[in-house]
C-alpha cells in the first residue's frame, strides 16, 4: 500500500513537472510569435506602412513625368497587385509596368491585358529593345466589362503605333453574346486612335484546372467568338494558344492557367517577332 502511494506521488511529481515546461513554452512563444489575428494584423500593416514611406521617398526623387505615372498606377493597380509592385519597386526590382521614357525616333506600342500579358511584357520588353518603345496598361486589365470602363485611362494620350490586346481567361464565365459584343466595342474604340490593332488568342485553360475541364472548353470558345469579330473588323491575331499549346508540358505551371520562367520568355520572344514583322509590314504600305 506504502509503495502504491509512493509511485502515485512521483507519477503527479513528473506531471505537474510536464505542466510548468509547456506552460514555460508556450509562454516563450508568445513573446515571439503573433498570438492573435489582431497582432498578425498589426504587424502587416507596420510591414505595409514602411514600403509606403520608402516608396513614397522614392517616388519624390523622380521626375515630373515619371512620377505622374506612378500616380497612374497607384490609381489602376488595385489592392492586389499595388502591394506587390510597391515592394518590388522598394527592392530596386524590374517590373513589367516601369516607366518607359520613350526613345521619339522608335514607334509605341502598348501591351493589354491579363496576368499571362504582364507576364510576358518584360520578355518582349527585352526582345524588342532599340526596336520599339514597349508600354504596358497600367493594370492587370481582366474582363471585357473592365475593359469598357477602363479603356481611355489605359489608352493615355492614345498615339500608339501598335496595339496588342486580349480579353478571354477573365471572361471564361461571361455570356458569349456579351463578349461578342464587348469586345466589338473594344476594337471600335482601339481602332479610334489611329494606331494598328492585333488580338492576342487566349492562351490554353488546362482541364485539371481547379474551376473544372468545362473552363477549357469555355475558353476555347471565346477564343472562336474573338477571331469571327477579329475578322469581321480586319484586326490581325497572334495565335498564342496555338503558339504555345506544344510546349505546355514543359511550361505551363500544373493546374494552373500561369505559365514559368520559360514560358513566359518564350511568348515574350513570340509577342515581340509578331510585333516587329507587323509594324515593318505598316512602314511597307
Not at 513625368?65 to 489602376?76: D, S
Not at 478571354?168 to 486612335?193: A, F, M, P, W
Request: glycine share 6%; proline share 5%; charged share 30%.
Amino acid at each position: 500500500m506504502l509503495k502504491s502511494i509512493r509511485c502515485l506521488r512521483s507519477t503527479l511529481l513528473i506531471l505537474c513537472c510536464l505542466s510548468f515546461i509547456v506552460a514555460s513554452l508556450q509562454a516563450n512563444d508568445k513573446k515571439t510569435e503573433p498570438t492573435n489575428a489582431d497582432e498578425a494584423a498589426a504587424k502587416k500593416a507596420k510591414q505595409e506602412a514602411e514600403i509606403n514611406k520608402k516608396f513614397a521617398a522614392w517616388k519624390a526623387t523622380l521626375p515630373a513625368k515619371q512620377q505622374a505615372w506612378e500616380t497612374v498606377l497607384e490609381e489602376n493597380l488595385g489592392g492586389f497587385y499595388l502591394p506587390i509592385y510597391k515592394k518590388q519597386k522598394v527592392a530596386g526590382q524590374k517590373t513589367a509596368w516601369d516607366y518607359v521614357a520613350d526613345d521619339p525616333k522608335l514607334p509605341r506600342v502598348l501591351l493589354i491585358g491579363d496576368s499571362v500579358s504582364r507576364g510576358y511584357t518584360q520578355a518582349a520588353r527585352n526582345a524588342l529593345k532599340g526596336k520599339v518603345n514597349v508600354h504596358r496598361a497600367p493594370a492587370n486589365c481582366g474582363p471585357t466589362a473592365t475593359g469598357l470602363k477602363k479603356l481611355d485611362v489605359w489608352l493615355g494620350d492614345g498615339n500608339w503605333d501598335l496595339i496588342h490586346f486580349n480579353f478571354g481567361i477573365h471572361d471564361r464565365r461571361t455570356n458569349v453574346d456579351d463578349y461578342e459584343k464587348r469586345l466589338e466595342e473594344i476594337v471600335k474604340r482601339l481602332k479610334q486612335t489611329g494606331a494598328k490593332v492585333v488580338w492576342a488568342s487566349s492562351t490554353p485553360i488546362p482541364a485539371d484546372w481547379k474551376e473544372g475541364p468545362e473552363m477549357k472548353a469555355k475558353l476555347e470558345e471565346k477564343n472562336a467568338i474573338a477571331a469571327k469579330v477579329m475578322e469581321r473588323n480586319g484586326v490581325e491575331i497572334d495565335d498564342l494558344f496555338t503558339f504555345i499549346t506544344p510546349h505546355l508540358p514543359e511550361v505551363q505551371n500544373p493546374k494552373d492557367v500561369h505559365f514559368n520562367g520559360k514560358g513566359y520568355d518564350l511568348l515574350g520572344k513570340q509577342v515581340a517577332e509578331y510585333i516587329e514583322g507587323a509594324l515593318q509590314e505598316e512602314n511597307q504600305k
